[in-house]
Structures are given as C-alpha cells and as structure tokens.
T-cell receptor, first 112, second 112 residues
Framework: DARVTQTPRDKVTEMGQEVTMRCQPI?????VFWYRQTMMQGLELLAY????????DSGMPKDRFSAEMPDATLATLKIQPSEPRDSAVYFC??????????FGPGTRLTVL | QKEVEQDPGPLSVPEGAIVSLNCTYS??????FMWYRQYSRKGPELLMYTYSSGNKEDGRFTAQVDKSSKYISLFIRDSQPSDSATYLCAMSASGNTDKLIFGTGTRLQVFP
C-alpha cells in the first residue's frame, strides 16, 4: 500500500529557529505539492514540483520559506527563521494529475 | 472574497440521516470538482471527483455540480458514525494544471 510519508509528525520550536520538513512521495508520482492548513485559511498551496522542477511557489513567503527536491524520493520545505504565525499543519502530497493527489499525514508545527 | 466558499459547520446529524454538504465558487473557469474527506490528524483523501456539470454516484455518496449556479454538493445517504470527518471541496480550472483550490472544509459529526 503506497503512501506519502512525512517527517517529523510534530515539531515544536522557538521563534527564530530553522525548521526543515521532509516528504517522501509515492514512487512513480511525478508531481509533489506542499500545502499549509490552518483553521482560518484552510488548505493553501505553498509550492509544487513536476519531475523535480519547481512549477509554482507563488503561495510561499519567499523571504523565509524554501522548497526543494534534491532527488525523486525526497522533497523538503524549510522555514528560516520561523515565526509564531507559521504554526500550522504542513502537508505534502504527490500525484500524476489533477485527480490523483495523495496526501501525507502532515507535520504539525508549533512556533513559540 | 475567497474563490471557494464552504460552510465550516459543524454539522451534527443522527445515524441514518441524509447529509448535504455544499460549496460555492466564483471562478467560472473551474471544470474539475473534487471532494476530499479528512479524519482528525490525518491528511485529506480523495472521495469523489466530477468533470463539468452533472451527477456522479458512488455507493452512499453522490456528487452534484451546477455550473450555472457555481454550486457543488456532496450527498451522503444512510450516514454512519464512521462518516464523521471534515469534508473539503476542491476545484481546478484545467486538467493541464495540477493546482487545486480548496474550500475550508465542513466538519461533520454523525452520532449513533
């Protein structure tokens, strides 16, 4: 049963610290997405990649967020420096088209 | 105003009831419509999808799209306690892009 995996599942950090979240997409999927979910805003697309190339990162605060795919089995989302307003659940999803986005379990980030 | 609006609920119904979940949208270019189900502390999972207008049925679930009114619905028949979750609608303008715009989700509770 192929699944998207994310680490860590929970992260508590202090304001100003660097946070790195990792995602392993489903093998064979060519598109990877990073979303952020909050009660107020719901699910927001931060960035996505196709065949490891960044296609759209317009939803991401450029000054502190960065997303990369160093290889086909790993996607990373980094926040530096982190701020309390970054507290949210971050989801990675992978797929091969508009109907086939499979979500990971998420990383619950709390910035104190 | 958001592109996709969804009543956050919560919606509480007795077991066996028919549930109606709805979203409205403003972008007439949307053609692909999806419903995701999200259990607590889990990632969203695709429940149903439809293209353009019309109905689609899958077991106890029926998805309806009314493009003239920019309104989509998900009906759940014979609701079960296991249906208790948050339901998110999602939409896309084109099959050539993987970008989905999500509603904020409606929390549903089905009590025995």
């Amino acid at each position: 049963d192929a699944r998207v995996t994310q680490t860590p599942r929970d992260k508590v950090t202090e304001m100003g610290q660097e946070v790195t979240m990792r995602c392993q997409p489903i093998l064979g999927h060519n598109t990877v997405f990073w979303y952020r979910q909050t009660m107020m805003q719901g699910l927001e697309l931060l960035a996505y990649f196709r065949n490891r190339a960044p296609l759209d990162d317009s939803g991401m605060p450029k000054d502190r967020f960065s997303a990369e795919m160093p290889d086909a089995t790993l996607a990373t989302l980094k926040i530096q420096p982190s701020e309390p307003r970054d507290s949210a659940v971050y989801f990675c999803a992978s797929g091969q088209g508009v109907y086939t986005q499979y979500f990971g379990p998420g990383t619950r980030l709390t910035v104190l | 105003q958001k592109e996709v609006e969804q009543d956050p609920g919560p919606l509480s119904v007795p077991e066996g009831a028919i549930v109606s979940l709805n979203c409205t949208y403003s972008n007439s270019a949307f053609q692909y419509f999806m419903w995701y189900r999200q259990y607590s502390r889990k990632g969203p999972e695709l429940l149903m999808y439809t293209y353009s207008s019309g109905n689609k049925e899958d077991g106890r679930f029926t998805a309806q799209v009314d493009k003239s009114s920019k309104y989509i619905s998900l009906f759940i028949r014979d609701s079960q306690p296991s249906d208790s979750a948050t339901y998110l609608c999602a939409m896309s303008a084109s099959g050539n892009t993987d970008k989905l715009i999500f509603g904020t989700g409606t929390r549903l509770q089905v009590f025995p």
